[in-house]
């Protein structure tokens, strides 16, 4: 058969300011053993003194890619290959390594010895009646219901403090610690020592998978040699322990840990449906469409049937009304087309496919939108705790918005333009913005002709109840029912710019009148956050959310021709508010801000 023969892969993983080279990864083997592939994987290459500000996410993905490319195909050659593994890179990176590499392939770990500067896979203790054991692991017996944080130390080299990561991870629902009796910088001096810190973490990732599978996510700190995390690393199943969270340390920073590399199953951020849930998005499918025909298109024919100057004059219901409101637009937006330009008066709803990546898609040759399952299910799910809103709303909202998008006389994204439009964070945000003021304006003359309920107690209301519909479907792409590790820079800046007109708009007297409203929509926000880590993903550029750099955050607005910077004391509630998907304690902060402004 083929691949008989045993075959040896030495691996040599580093990013730490130093390669590792060949010859000595060949010296350190035992006498007699013969390597037949040599993988130079070189992981970045990193200061010891620079770790903390590392951009992990930007090497874990460039490291999955040349994976991919030049280790994955030797082992899949190789399926019986034994992995000699020489590491020398920051621990997360190692442990990442490890996950990629999974549990399919034996392995030898040799490691760096601090004191003889030499690798080794076996040597003697670190000292003289040194005695390597592990410390007993206080396991839950009983099953454990409910969602929250699971905290892992393991501490070979040095114990991990509890104090320090209880900084991060607030009240976790367990903890384990796996440490030693005797932690020393070299007592991983055998493979039998390693095995046994593996076999420890394997034993609570069983008991975590059996006793504690509601919990959401595992927070993994790790203080030992480089070998040992690329060990650990094998044993995670993504479709088992589908969120670890690896950390950085670095005793002179505050926080002294600080977030590393996340182990996802990207697939698990898809939600799984009941049968229940699907029969329920397929009948919003069906309300949706029979909205879109009997509804929608008789609309978009009454206000676009005469002749006009502007768009503005079809969301105005009086020529008086026309005439105070468009006072207030600037020469940009009298150019945008009115919704009888769009192709929406021709478009109808696939009601056979189901299951969309990204939520829905528009096709362009057949006028037709699909709409996933997931995002109809759980768009329903958001707006069912908010009594102010409007599932139907929210579909009319999201299609005046995306048509006015993929129209070719309007933003003209389309399939060829929108692809990798992300990379210009600053040019989809205006035209998102001018999208979602032309669909509120544009649901403002649908309320006035079909529901006029909804305009009874006031123009601010129906403006903010109508602006909390369209913020929560934009949550709605993003809820997975996990809390939000970051965020892409460009979707905060957008639910910071509308919350913050939300507040605007609620602070408008009672009596307040469409020219009042349009005032603040006419003028986007100009806002921003700013303190929170950066990390670049591909060409998208994402905020990390922890609620730990609250001495770093910072809100700045340019207010009537002023600029002001500060960082209110609800700070937090504005992180908070985003990693919890709760838009009320974005606007609290918010709010604190503009009553300074």
């Not at 705790?385 to 918005?401: C, E, I, P, S």
Request: proline share 3%; charged share 25%.
């Amino acid at each position: 058969m083929k691949n008989e023969k045993k075959v040896m892969v030495i691996i040599a993983h580093y990013g730490l300011d130093r390669k590792i080279t060949k010859e000595e990864c060949e010296a350190a083997l035992e006498p007699g053993d013969t390597y037949n592939i040599f993988i130079d994987f070189e992981a970045g290459n990193a200061k010891l003194g620079e770790l903390y500000d590392l951009p992990f996410e930007n090497l874990a993905l460039a490291q999955q890619r040349k994976f991919l490319e030049i280790v994955k195909p030797v082992l899949d050659e190789n399926p019986s290959a034994h992995i000699a593994y020489f590491g020398f890179t920051p621990i997360s990176i190692a442990f990442h390594f490890g996950y990629l590499i999974g549990n399919t392939h034996p392995y030898t770990i040799y490691q760096w010895h601090h004191k003889k500067s030499t690798w080794f896979y076996e040597t003697e203790a670190p000292y003289d009646g040194y005695e390597f054991m592990i410390k007993p692991i206080a396991l839950p017996q009983e099953m454990q219901r409910g969602k929250g944080n699971v905290v892992i130390r393991i501490g070979t080299s040095f114990s991990v403090d509890r104090q320090s990561t209880n900084e991060i991870i607030d009240n976790p629902e367990n903890e384990f610690d796996i440490e030693l009796f005797k932690p020393d910088i070299d007592s991983l001096y055998s493979q039998k020592n390693i095995g046994a810190v593996v076999d420890a973490f394997q034993e609570v990732l069983n008991t975590y998978s059996n006793k504690l599978s509601g919990r959401e996510q595992i927070h993994l700190f790790i203080s030992s040699s480089v070998g040992l995390p690329f060990a650990l690393g094998t044993r995670v199943n993504t479709n088992i322990y589908p969120f670890i969270q690896t950390y950085q340390y670095d005793r002179r920073q505050a926080p002294k840990h600080i977030e590393a590399i996340l182990i996802s199953k990207e697939e698990d951020l898809k939600i799984r449906l009941t049968e229940d849930e699907k029969n329920e998005a397929d009948k919003i499918r069906k309300e949706l469409d029979e909205q879109l025909q009997n509804r929608l298109k008789p609309f978009i024919k009454a206000i676009t049937g005469n002749k006009s100057d502007n768009w503005l004059q079809t969301v105005c219901g009086t020529s008086e009304e026309y005439q105070r409101v468009n006072k207030l637009a600037s020469a940009s937006w009298s150019k945008v087309i009115d919704i009888g330009a769009t192709s929406l008066k021709d478009d109808s709803i696939d009601l056979n496919v189901k299951n969309i990546d990204g939520g829905f898609e528009y096709i362009e040759k057949t006028n037709t939108w699909s709409l996933d399952d997931g995002f109809l299910a759980g768009l329903q799910k958001r707006l069912a705790k908010n009594k102010d809103t409007d599932l139907m709303q929210a579909g009319r909202l999201f299609f005046f918005h995306e048509s006015l998008h993929y129209s070719k006389d309007g933003h003209r994204l389309t399939s060829e333009i929108a692809n990798g439009i992300g990379q210009f964070p600053k040019v989809i945000e205006e035209a998102d913005y001018q999208a979602d003021v032309w669909a509120l304006l544009t649901e403002y003359r649908y309320g006035c002709m079909y529901q006029p309920e909804k305009l009874k107690k006031g123009m601010k209301e129906f403006f903010c109840n109508a602006i909390d519909t369209a913020v929560e479907t934009m949550w709605s792409f993003m809820d997975t029912g996990r809390e939000l590790n970051s965020i892409q820079i460009r979707s905060m800046n957008r639910f910071i710019n509308w919350y913050w007109q939300w507040v605007l708009i609620e602070d408008l007297p009672a009596a307040a009148k469409l020219e009042d409203v349009a005032s603040i929509l006419f003028n986007k926000p100009a806002i921003e956050f700013a303190g929170a880590t950066m990390e670049l993903r591909g060409h998208k550029t994402f905020y990390k959310l922890s609620i730990r750099q609250k001495g770093n955050l910072q809100l700045a607005a340019f207010v009537n021709n002023r600029v002001h910077r500060f960082a209110p004391a609800t700070i937090d509630d504005i992180v908070s508010g985003f990693r919890s998907l709760k838009g009320e304690k974005i606007k609290s902060g918010l709010k604190s801000f503009q009553v300074s402004v």
